[in-house]
């Protein structure tokens, strides 16, 4: 079921098709990328002679039940306006965490759907979202299915996190893994200004998953030891470990950089602040943390241009994917193997894609359980690379705001 | 006492003066534009014919006492090395808090000082500091008259919390103050994307005074409404009226953003928590706090080039102070009075730069005592404005790292 992006052809083959209309939603956590594939899937659209209206659901799957669309034609209305969306982070038509009801039990959420849908003549809906949202994914198409309905649903990852199962990686991963790389290496020069010893706990986010923690690997690569430590939940942790390996890497470093994951402690504990506590009591020395928080997955000054070409590509391949017939899918990437990083984008059945989690391989993991492995820093670096043109007012990045 | 910038007349009048060394060193809390001061230094003496070796200390002052210099002619070694240098966060030459004690209570430090000087020739030492470090340029100064050493010593400011009286503003400032203002952007986007209330309080360094979560009203000029609160410790504070303004703000705004110097419940609580739980206990919507933290100072991915060129400029201009005699003095900026924005670069016997900090004038403070003047935007904006040019390599910043 591969697919490739192929904007020319989706106008040409528009011809063949009933003109109708589209919609296109936004879900779960914002990233600094997933207005880049909204982007994408607008401009795809708007390239191809079949689509009629391009609608934008506001606040997600609400947005379609509550008919609240926008008319995308008359908020982006040229290249420059493209150009800027792709740099906005978080979502232009809002979100939501709504999980939509099994149709067994409320079948009026649905119902809501098809007329809004039906009423605006949209024949297919783009959902970017996490595997949370590839659920409605699933639960719509088989509802159209059910009912006889012709509309296709059509998921499009989005997550900081990386952990959409069944992708290479997600969109919006890159941006956020280079914001921390670029802010554990300052972070890193800042701490190490004094002639006594340090000791620095950077949390990434990753509640469930160690991607981003486990990315600050990167620097390595450009000869930074820090990270000096490194830990993720696919690792397991416990604190008499964690204090036995700081205790070595005072031997070697004035001044300690350590990355973990927020979910390292469990759910319930601050990872930063239980770390700067016990290794306070520890060591008696300077100990500070410090909470790379939204910042990480809003960054969009600092976001990977792969990231956020990747993000677009695959919005517009979706359009692709919905012309072909292709619905209750989510596009995905695979990495093509190679000595060059290049990546192809497929489809797979959404259903395979939602209630699991992509954890960081046990093969990445280093020996120690405190690091990761050369294969890991191979996966991350690629993603990370390019600088997007950031257009600057009045010294502070400009952001696509809708007009309307 | 104003001078101007002259690095080439620096290498014409220096055939008149005896060969000598010269000394640079860097103190108190590092900033993205500590090291670009360090480079406009290391450039100006390396133009002038008089100057013979150029010493880093290492560690302020503690690096003249103990006689740990770098030679920074075999550091920096190339234009791309000064280049480089001027877009590395925190110090070069790392730093201390070390207070030298009253030449009367321990001549020790003095006398090893001098020492250290004499053993190398050295006649003019160049402190890059915060206005306690301007406290070692007056003792020095004076202790150096005192036993009859014709040894120059010029403060050149820095501070990210933009705090030292006298000069305009201070270098490392306007960096981190871009840094503040793009990342409040994000977070902001970021906070809309819900359809539910919520409220952010993203706090700023600042423990004294308020410019830099001041300066944050930048948005302001680029059409955002937020931050829609702004707290500093010189407006004064009060959770009652913090409440009251934030209540009548869930009138008008979907997402609360406020802005709160570090130091605006005073130095024992953390403004961001307390905010955050009188915030939720009150309002019972979605409550968030954000710390800026140590990345609003070395953040040098997003640094102001207006801020790194002045920097570097007030470096530059230090070597020609001590060159035409200047001692015990601290280099500073004044704003040329016009519809342009032009500086003017004088220097100020340190003794009046010391002991005092510049708070925020009351008079840019606005009635509700919540937000800032426009006088206060037009004073922060060209502060902020102008990128320099970022090298990447492997997707990640590249700093200049001490081949040595």
Known sequence: MQIYINVK??????????????AVAQSGGP???????????????????AIDNIYGAINGIEGVI????????????SDEDISLLKTTPSTLLGSCRYKLPP????????????????????????????????????????????VGKDIR????????????????????????????????????????????????????????TGWLAASSCALHA????????????????SDEKYLHDTAEMIKHYRAVITAVSEGVCGSEISAAEHLERITAEKFGCKVRSVKLNV???????????????????????????????????????????????????????????????KQFPAEWINEGKNGVTAEAVDYFLPLIKGEPVIRYENGIPVHFRATQ
Chains 1, 2 share one sequence.
Do not use: W
């Open 295 to 357: 910042m990480q997955r809003c960054s969009s000054h600092i976001s990977s241009l792969t990231d956020l070409d990747e993000a677009y590509d695959i919005g517009a391949a979706a359009i692709d994917a919905a012309k072909r017939g292709e619905s209750g899918v989510m596009m995905a990437f695979r990495r093509i193997p190679g000595d060059q990083y290049r990546i192809e984008i497929f489809t797979e059945p959404a259903v395979n894609c939602v209630g699991r989690i």
């Open 31 to 49: 990233t600094a990328a997933v207005n880049s594939s909204l982007a994408g899937v607008f401009r795809a659209a708007s390239l191809c002679p």
């Open 153 to 208: 649903v059509i998921g499009i990852p989005k997550s900081s996190d990386n952990d959409i199962p069944v992708t290479d990686h997600c969109p919006g991963f890159g941006s956020a893994a280079k914001y921390a790389a670029a802010s554990i290496q300052e972070i890193t020069r800042d701490s190490r200004v004094y002639s006594t010893q340090s000791i620095t706990v950077i949390e990434t986010m990753g509640s469930r």
């Open 66 to 77: 509550g008919d609240e669309l926008a008319d995308l034609r008359r908020i982006i209305t």
């Open 222 to 237: 450009n000869g930074e030891s820090a990270p000096h430590l490194i830990y993720i939940p696919e690792a397991g942790f």
């Open 103 to 146: 149709k067994e039990q409320s079948g009026n959420d649905y119902i809501k759907i098809v007329n809004t849908l039906d009423k605006h003549n949209i024949r297919a809906l783009f959902y970017i979202g996490g595997s949370g949202s590839m659920d409605a994914v699933v639960k719509l198409d088989e509802y159209f299915r059910a």
């Open 9 to 22: 052809a989706a106008r040409q083959n528009g011809d063949n098709m009933d003109r109708f209309s589209i």
